[in-house]
């Protein structure tokens, strides 16, 4: 990996985005399940459908959650290379 600004960036930005308990949640959910659309999130947390919907825009703008409309429903799901990128700039720490 380099070592360039915009490593340290994007590094930066994945760390702000998983700096909430929610939002690890809602990572961890999509690790297992590999998919699902918003109603089935809001019914692992105790959070409003609103508040659910801007964790995922933040996992979303930090490029660890892909979303795809599906109708009325948007399909998310956990960009298994961004994660891997964050795990190997953290283990590069």
């Known amino acids: 990996m380099n070592d360039t600004p915009q490593d340290a960036e994007t590094f930066a930005n994945i760390c702000k985005a998983l700096a909430h308990p929610a939002r690890i949640r809602i990572v961890r959910y999509l690790k297992a399940v590999d998919q ?29 959650v ?24 953290t283990a590069a720490i």
């Open 36 to 64: 699902c659309i918003c109603g089935e999130i809001v019914q692992i947390l105790p959070l409003a459908q609103s508040t659910v919907s801007q964790h995922l825009k933040i996992l979303k703008t930090a490029g660890l």
């Open 66 to 89: 892909r979303g795809e409309v599906e109708g009325p429903r948007t399909c998310y799901c956990l960009d298994r290379e961004v994660l891997e990128q964050f795990k190997k700039m």
